[in-house]
């Protein structure tokens, strides 16, 4: 069987289309493969922002034509440029695993005392969705003080922009689709390699930020790759199933239907990611709709249940209700020497500045604004998911060395090891928790220094904590599924809470 695969020209869409070929090849070796390449409409219109060009799929439609003309037998597209609007002669019937869906933020080494002296932050996107929710973000998790953050129109691909930034003496910073400079980074074909060189050296002339999805959710489907193929080529979507992978498709559906009920197109000021975990299903959802409604959702897709507050404890939940903390001592080499995760901001010792080749990465968002009032430049966060969640950097940092701030008794379950910077003594006097039914829990320690003073609260409420090793650990403290429930944040919790 002879396949004609075709995609856009540039180097990303090439790439993304031997990576569909590849995977078919696999599925079914016999099959041969011709590859077709041309440029869209929006390769060839550079100079308007896509916001403003009236057609709908300015990088899709030509292809469109190709199909229904029989030129090709399917089209690789990147999910998010197709319109949310069905079509009537084509389908998306399959699609690769999801490549990491955040955006991330380069900054130029040259420009931090600029930065420094205005206080401002100029950077390329021409994403309304990208200005809306990330001005907000970055004017409290910058480490640099800012008073302003300007977004300017750029165009072009990947390495076109990379390019424009840094030569560029006006714009300090660009935002990009991580994803798509994570592919180019892990090319290993030939003709992807002065491209892979380039952005490899500009990556040394810039700071990087993995921007959190709870405060900057993606386009719909962004990191995703669509199929797209005849309604009538039955024969194609049987092999094309193969090589699909369900949640991914079932993610990305999801979030197109959300983008569509809002009127969707890139014109939008409009994120929404959704992520399948073990614990539930996650969305995200931030932006401003064009009836001026503002949208702020970080938490699961199925309804929640309610609880009385006048049962729940606590109000204001922090370990310091539990324990002293006393500083230890350690090895300030061994802190200086790796890549540092840190489960509190608190855990790295005050007045420590974090070396030039070191690489930060945080618990959760409030962790990081704690670290960046500080002045410490945070490259990314778990979103306060759990230490399991992956930090997904074999492209931007594939050699990280890293070690676990914490306190003594903390554990390396992320298989990390952990440099104690304290230790949590335990207060002779905790709270009273008597007549509560509803539990909120920062971490297991408290929980568990808890239920040596009221071991009743172990089979007579309901326990509520975020995901990770807390989870973890509240589980294995309780024995008791029935009684513990996932909640993404304190926040969220106090808002079941009547």
Known sequence: MRLKIAARHSDLARLQAYLVGDALKKSQPSLDIEYQFRASLGDKNLSDPLWKMPEKGVFTEDFLMDLNEGV?????????????????????????????????????????????????????SSSPRREYNLTPFLLSHFPLALNRVQFHSVRGNIPTRVKKLLAEDNIEGLVLAKAALDRLLLADQDEFRETRLFLEQALQQTRWMVLPLSQNPTAAAQGALAIEILK????????????????????????RTVLSSYGGGCHQKIGVHVMERTYGKVQSLRGLTQKEEVLNFWGFTEPQETWSAQEAWPLNPKDSQFFERQDCAFEKNFLETKDLWIARANALPEGYKPQKHQLIWCSGVETWKKLAQRGVW???????????EPLRLEALAPEGDWVKLSHADSKGDMGLPVLATYQLVPKVEI??????????????????????????????GLHFCGPGNTWKKVRQLIKDDSRVRVCLSYQAWKESLV
């Open 378 to 388: 945070v490259n990314g966060s778990n979103d306060s998911l759990g230490e399991e």
């Open 232 to 255: 009538n080529r039955k024969d194609l979507k049987e092999l094309l199933l193969k090589i699909n992978c369900a949640s991914t498709f079932r993610d990305v559906q999801e979030e």
């Open 431 to 460: 709270p009273k928790l008597v007549n509560k039914k509803y539990f909120f829990w920062m971490s297991g320690s408290s929980l568990e220094e808890a239920l040596k003073h009221y071991p009743e609260i172990k089979t007579q």
């Open 72 to 124: 090709c037998d399917l089209v690789v597209h990147s999910w998010k440029d197709l319109p949310t609007e069905e079509r009537k002669t084509t389908e998306i019937v399959s699609t690769l695993p999801r490549a990491d869906a955040r955006d991330i933020l380069l900054i130029k080494r040259s420009s931090f005392e600029k930065i420094r002296e205005t206080r401002e932050l100029n950077l390329f």
